[in-house]
């Protein structure tokens, strides 16, 4: 049962701090979650003490933890501090969706609209992968959504990304009505079509976010990189049915990953394996390695604990199967069609 109140929200906070201490290898994916419940428990003071708790840890998305960090001071009322760190990550511009979106509706939450539109803008640029022909990431998605609700807000005209976010939009009700500012006003009208009308809009939206909550980690993909794939099979050769030869376990990642593409399914991602990592998971299972039905769990397991890279990459970054050549040339070519 998901919290409802801060004592709630505090009592959760206080479990994943206990479970982070007890797995240190997971501990920034469930530090982050602690720090969520902190903030909708009001305790935004002792949530910035545990941001500067993990950022002087040296963590893995340090960009990601800044801009969270950032949109708790301007809640807290330090501005100045969160504007500076805004600055910086903008500097920085980071390679990973999350950090800009997480920026530019913070500056969209404080009318800071030109600003947070200049961050969408600035992220779909480096971002977007080229071409008509480029699938576009579901994490990039919210971008585009988010740019074209503050387009909607300033009164910009509709422009090729506000195209593109319409396309990618699944819901019956259009994003120029979702993102209509004269809903505000719907929403104190005594006309009941209005009334009813904007109720149908807000279902819709209310919908869509359940659909995102109901998959927080992505659907992923199980890699093993060709040293951990070799220790596997001598280790339980009952896998080789599963995984004949490296060359065809990358191939059908990809393959895997674009079918699950083409039916609609969004937030995907890869997680990468251990031979150490899953035989303390089968253990835990009460089940042998050997067990192929393991596999799926696995994977799934990884990605809830954050171990996911999202797919496909970033425009420009490097392709996942760690050849160290770009996406676009590698697995995500014309040849892999």
Known sequence: MRPDTPADHTTEAERLLRTAAQYPEDHEPLLLQAVAHLELAGDRERASTLYDRMLAAGPEHPLLIKALQAANLWEYGHEAEARALINGIRTAAPADAAPWEIIAETLESHDELEASHDCFTTALTLLLPAGDDEPVPYNIQSLL????????????????????????????????????????WALGSDNPTELKAEIARLRSELGSYRSALSRPFPVAVLHWPANELTELLTAYPELESEYPTQRAHLTDIEASLRDL?????????????????????????????????????????LAARGRAVAWPPARGAACWCGSGSVYRDCHGGAAQE
């Open 261 to 301: 593409s083409s039916t609609g399914t969004g937030n995907l991602g890869i997680v990468t394996a251990t031979v150490p990592s899953y035989e303390a998971f089968a253990a835990s299972e009460q089940s042998s390695p050997a067990n192929a039905d393991l596999l799926p769990q696995y994977a799934t397991t």
């Open 145 to 184: 959504t988010g740019r074209h609700r503050v387009r909607r807000l300033l009164g910009l005209p509709h422009d090729e990304w506000d195209a593109l976010a319409d396309r990618g939009h699944a819901s019956n009700i259009s994003l120029d009505e979702l993102h209509d500012p004269n809903r505000l």
